[in-house]
């Protein structure tokens, strides 16, 4: 019987909300009431830098992640993600605080990404791979990339929804090529977005794919903290999981750290849908676009709704560039006068 895994990210994607500024306290919290409630990993923050603030999940080493679990009775296994083109994980040392690594990277940083984790590998640590932007990649392209990282052996990959435009029948095409390309102990996984409130919908839809891999893993949040329009929310996934018999996650211990601190973040920050951001993810404009548009410049969503049709018109949404957003923004301003 295949293995159904949750793995909560919110110390690490909700970070993009509070610029990783959770509070010393409040880190210890969640991770203590996720792993009293059974969620089987827990992702603490990125290896980025060279320094460290008191209390936020932007770690400069392992050692520094060590210190903050050092007391702690965390039975969940532990995380970190690395950008390859921001952090250099090769210089790293084993932990055995720490059991997966796990590396989000673009096309262009590909032999970066099979250099670190081959080396993290060989300390003994589980190596999950996360291709940013699973859309950019045709189904052929996928099959290249996957065929290039079977030297590192990995223990897990995911389906990447980095713009939250995935739909149905994306997942069943990614999935498809995964099945073809990878061994079936390998892990399997799936992180996704609220653009179109279709998160839960396509959670369930993939853990109920016919398939011979082993385990299958959903990323998620508490609340779903993450930068506008957020993410599965971890309690939402894990109580459906529960009432399907497929777990026995401890919802209570997950309501524990959604009244403390998870409420007073909500209460502070703003994330989940936002009509926004729907454009893009159906146009596969990068993210970044509307958030510009709406929370920097103030802009309504009738402009920024005209604004991202015509970054999408002339083929410049793959990556954000201000230059071109604010060129976009001032012609579409011009052209309503």
């Known amino acids: 019987m295949k293995k159904i895994s949750v793995l909560d990210c919110t110390l690490r994607d909700g970070g993009h909300v509070n610029n990783f500024l959770f509070g010393s306290d409040e880190i ?17 923050g990125f290896l ?3 320094s460290y603030s008191i209390g936020t999940t932007l770690f400069p080493d392992i050692q520094t992640v060590e210190d903050i679990l050092k007391d702690l009775e965390v039975k969940s296994k532990i ?6 083109d921001w952090y250099d994980a090769s210089v790293i040392s084993y932990s055995s605080s720490v059991d997966i690594l796990r590396f989000a990277f673009r096309k262009q940083d590909i032999d970066e990404t099979i250099r670190q984790a081959t080396k993290v590998k060989s ?27 079977k030297v590192i052996e990995p223990d897990g990959i995911n389906i990447v929804d980095t713009f939250g435009g995935l739909n149905l029948e994306h997942l069943r095409r990614k999935f498809d090529v995964l099945n073809q390309n990878l061994n079936k102990s390998c892990a399997v996984g799936v992180h996704l977005h609220e653009n179109l409130s279709l998160a839960l919908s396509l959670a369930l839809e993939f853990i109920s794919f016919d398939s011979a891999f082993d385990n299958l893993l959903v990323d998620s949040s508490l609340w779903g903290m993450g930068r506008s329009p957020g993410n ?25 750290a959604l009244q403390w601190p998870m409420r007073a973040y909500k209460e502070k920050y703003s994330w989940g849908y936002d009509p926004g951001y729907v454009t893009s993810a159906l146009l596969k404009v990068h993210r970044s676009y509307p958030e510009y548009f709406i929370v920097e410049r103030g802009e309504p969503y009738p402009i920024c709704y005209s604004c991202i049709q015509k970054i999408y018109e002339e083929g410049v949404g793959a990556t954000f560039d201000p230059v071109v957003a604010d060129r976009i923004l001032s012609e579409i301003k011009n052209e309503r006068c």
Not at 79 to 84: C, E, F, I, N, S
């Open 28 to 44: 210890k919290e969640i991770c203590c009431r996720l792993s009293d409630g059974l969620i089987d990993i827990i992702e603490v």
């Open 48 to 50: 980025k830098g060279n």
């Open 79 to 84: 995380a970190l993600m690395v950008r390859p």
């Open 232 to 256: 599965l929310p971890t309690e939402l996934l894990a109580g459906y999981l529960n009432t399907h018999g497929v777990s026995d996650y401890k919802i209570n211990e997950l309501n524990r």
């Open 123 to 149: 300390l003994g640590y589980s190596v999950y791979l996360n291709p940013v932007n699973i859309l950019q990649y045709s189904d052929d392209e996928f099959s290249e990339i996957l065929k290039r990282i």
